[in-house]
């Protein structure tokens, strides 16, 4: 299992230093995902790609709930009326669930890919000042190694905290 390390840096010089540290301490590359505002140069960098900075899982994972209910729902309705005595009932209301949870995911996610990560938000004003934030994700047994790393070679970068669960899928 993994947790999120979010990191604040100040500039692209630092971020790269920082990418180095953390290869050398055998943090994969693609565990490492940087982030800035529009317009900031990531040359170099393994930038966060759209599952990290938006709110696509989220919302795909919501429309799945929500579009089985209402299949689900919509099934169990038609059983009930005259149109229920020409298919099978189980198999109807099966189809209709498995059917609203793939529509529901895929339209959620279209409108999740255009929104900003609620969990990011916090960091808008200091990527707006050009700040580079990085979301490292670490095993659970290396924090404290990798947080002690950090914070010694790298003062002039801020600290801002875990993230508690790190998403299975981004």
Do not use: C
């Amino acid at each position: 299992m993994r947790r999120r390390i979010y990191w604040l840096l100040p500039d692209l010089q630092s971020a790269r230093q920082v990418m180095d540290d953390l290869l050398l301490a055998r943090i994969e590359n693609s565990h490492n995902h940087f982030m800035a505002h529009d317009g900031v140069d990531l040359s170099g960098l393994h930038e966060a790609n759209l599952l990290q900075v938006t709110d696509f899982v989220r919302s795909a994972q919501m429309g799945l709930a929500l579009g089985a209910a209402l299949g689900a729902a919509a099934g169990a309705l038609i059983t009930l009326s005259s149109l229920g005595e020409l298919v099978s009932k189980p198999g109807l209301v099966a189809a209709l669930t498995a059917l609203g949870a793939g529509f529901g995911a895929w339209s959620a996610s279209m409108i999740g890919a255009s929104i900003p990560s609620r969990r990011l938000r916090r960091f808008e004003p200091a990527l707006a000042r050009g700040e580079i934030l990085l979301m490292a994700d670490v095993p659970s047994q290396r924090i404290n190694e990798i947080e002690a790393m950090l914070h010694a070679k790298h003062q002039e970068g801020h600290d801002e905290g875990l993230e508690p669960n790190v998403p299975a899928f981004p």
